[in-house]
């Protein structure tokens, strides 16, 4: 006899709309929250961000971040962090440790007698000591990354946007923007709350969150616009439960097999994908909570015209196009 995991049962009847005021409210707080967290904590910008030298090292005998930092303090180095890195992948014997060194004031970069002064101060605390790699960014290139992350974040924002605007209404348009807007603010909230590393692969992952949220959205609203043709008469409100309904086994299942994937990679993958997968990690149970619970919110609260369409030259023409 086959056997079929079913997540949610057939033809659930929840009223999404029943906590819609702690559900909406919780997210306009999160939201708020987390601009004030940037605001007061900072991000923990990677070299990428920032300009310097990321010094990454290998020992048979245990990193001793003390040991390191006490070697190091003589040398005036400025703004110097210290991280121990642990894998699974990695050997009994291979102890591996990410030195960060912030790029002198008026320096394109850390230079080659500083590095050396460094190396020497930390073969002196453990001879075997190997320095797996350098990494070196200048300060005009991480102020030009910057700029270039938030402006690859404003258009894809923007263009998506459009896409939704000519495929569904322009009211749809503004509560998919708003959703995944909070996806991204709030998950980058939660990255200067814990002072995770931001850098070029935390910006891909929020570019993947856009993309995820949206498509959790748009699933819903494509259920939804098929719903309304189907219940001319019935309110919004309920049109809207209904559809959400239809679609929770969906979400549920598509939520599920993505976190597992990500939990492994988080667990597996190593610290080079830590980041990466972190930033995924939240931005997907975030765009699951927010295509259920705010999007459609949005949408309800300013209104849509239910009354037959008549052929124009507005973005509704295009509302029908199935993609």
């Given at each position: 006899m086959?056997?079929r995991l079913?997540l949610?049962?057939?033809?659930?009847?929840i009223?999404?709309?029943?906590w819609?005021w702690?559900t909406?409210?919780?997210?306009?707080?999160?939201?708020v929250?987390?601009?004030?967290?940037?605001?007061?904590?900072?991000?923990n910008f990677?070299?990428?961000?920032?300009?310097?030298?990321?010094?990454?090292t290998e020992a048979?005998?245990?990193?001793d971040?003390?040991?390191?930092?006490?070697a190091?303090?003589?040398?005036?180095?400025g703004?110097v962090?210290?991280?121990?890195?642990f894998d699974?992948a990695f050997?009994?014997d291979?102890?591996v440790?990410?030195?960060?060194?912030?790029?002198s004031?008026?320096?394109?970069?850390?230079?080659?007698?500083t590095l050396?002064?460094v190396?020497s101060?930390?073969?002196?605390?453990?001879?075997?000591?190997?320095f797996?790699?350098?990494?070196?960014?200048?300060p005009k290139?991480s102020?030009?990354?910057?700029?270039?992350?938030i402006l690859a974040v404003g258009?894809a924002?923007?263009g998506?946007m459009?896409?939704?605007?000519?495929?569904?209404?322009?009211?749809f348009?503004?509560?998919?923007?708003?959703?995944?807007?909070h996806?991204?603010?709030v998950?980058?909230?939660?990255f200067?709350?814990?002072?995770f590393?931001?850098?070029?692969?935390t910006?891909a992952?929020?570019?993947?969150?856009?993309g995820?949220?949206?498509n959790?959205?748009?699933?819903v609203?494509?259920?939804?616009?098929?719903n309304?043709?189907?219940?001319?008469?019935?309110?919004?409100r309920?049109?809207?439960?209904?559809?959400?309904?239809?679609t929770?086994?969906?979400?549920?299942?598509?939520?599920?097999t993505t976190?597992?994937?990500l939990?492994?990679?988080?667990?597996f993958?190593g610290?080079?994908?830590?980041g990466?997968?972190s930033?995924?990690l939240?931005?997907?149970?975030?765009?699951?909570?927010?295509?259920?619970f705010?999007?459609?919110?949005?949408v309800?609260?300013?209104?849509?015209?239910?009354?037959?369409?008549?052929?124009?030259?507005a973005?509704?023409?295009?509302a029908?196009i199935d993609?």
């Open positions: 086959a056997f079913k949610v049962p057939d033809n659930t009847k009223d999404f709309f029943r819609q702690a909406f409210g919780a997210s306009i707080a999160a939201m929250l987390s601009l004030v967290i940037v605001a007061v904590m900072g991000l990677g070299i990428d961000f920032r300009g310097g030298t990321t010094i990454r048979q005998q245990p990193v971040v003390g040991a390191y930092r006490a190091l303090a003589p040398l005036d180095l703004d962090v210290i991280t121990e890195v699974p050997r009994a291979q102890n440790a990410t030195i960060r060194l912030s790029a004031e008026g320096e394109a970069s850390t230079n080659s007698e050396t002064r190396q101060a930390l073969t002196a605390v453990d001879p075997s000591l190997i797996a790699s350098v990494e070196t960014v200048g290139v102020g030009e990354l910057v700029w270039s992350a258009l924002s923007l998506i459009i896409y939704i605007w000519l495929r569904f209404e322009w009211q348009a503004l509560g998919t923007i708003m959703s995944s807007l996806d991204v603010v998950t980058v909230g939660i200067s709350l814990f002072q590393r931001f850098d070029l692969t910006v992952a929020l570019l993947t969150i856009l995820y949220s949206v959790d959205t748009v699933v609203f494509d259920r939804l616009r098929e309304l043709r189907k219940y001319k008469t019935m309110p919004l309920d049109v809207m439960n209904i559809s959400v309904n239809e929770l086994s969906r979400t549920v299942m598509t939520v599920m976190a597992i994937a939990v492994a990679l988080l667990i993958g610290d080079v994908l830590r990466f997968v930033a995924i939240f931005g997907v149970l975030l765009g699951t909570y927010s295509s259920v705010m999007a459609k919110n949005l309800l609260w300013i209104g849509i015209n239910r009354e037959p369409k008549v052929k124009s030259k973005g509704t023409t295009f029908d993609a």
